[in-house]
């Protein structure tokens, strides 16, 4: 199956000031993030971001909120926004929701979990999500694809939203996110 822009919503879980110091590979994940985030963006794929518990973790890091500034913020206390009843009318409207965020074998596993449980078809962008220890990653995807999500890269999310080649949009695309440095 693959993703579509008309049935599908981005959503980024928890990746906020005070805990990303703390994921394996911080720097590295923010940049992916911030592609895959912008590029959502532009090519008009809604954007949900989740907060947990942000009077202690603090917000969604800025640089992420300002590649999509018509984004819905959702705060919780649950680790699964779906436990939490936090996930606005709008995504969950949609078949398709596709996942990054933090901490993979935390919140955004049960979140995982929760969506599949709603029967939704999830999307675990495996190149844009992190934990505090690798091995806790790769189970926590592991676990995820087990359950019926489908695992992906941000390249995939990107090919699947333009859908072809040869059109303006596509072209400009091309060269904003595909052309040059690509963060690994």
């Known amino acids: 199956m693959l993703m579509n822009r008309a049935r599908a919503t981005l959503l980024v879980v928890d990746v906020q ?3 990303l110091p703390a994921i394996d590979g911080a720097e590295a994940l923010a940049a992916r993030l911030a592609w895959l985030v912008g590029a959502a963006n532009d090519c008009d794929l809604p954007v949900v971001f989740s907060e947990q518990y942000p009077q202690g973790l603090g917000p969604t890091i800025a640089s992420l909120k300002a590649l999509a500034p018509a984004a819905q913020t959702v705060d919780k206390l ?4 779906t436990a939490a009843g936090c996930l606005p009318a709008g995504l969950l409207a949609r078949k398709q929701v596709i996942v990054c965020g933090m901490e993979t074998h935390v919140c955004v596993l049960q979140t995982v979990l929760g969506l599949l449980q709603l029967g939704k078809q999830v999307f675990v962008v495996a190149d844009a999500v992190g934990s505090r220890a690798d091995s806790d990653k790769a189970l926590g ?3 995820m694809r087990d359950a019926g999500a489908v695992l992906v890269s941000r390249e995939m999310v990107l090919f699947e939203m333009l859908e072809k080649s040869g059109s303006e949009h596509f072209k400009a695309m091309s060269r904003k996110y ?3 440095a690509r963060p690994a």
């Not at 649950?78 to 926004?81: R, V």
């Open 17 to 19: 000031e005070k805990l």
């Open 178 to 180: 595909l052309q040059g």
């Open 141 to 143: 995807l592991q676990r």
């Open 78 to 81: 649950h680790f699964s926004c």
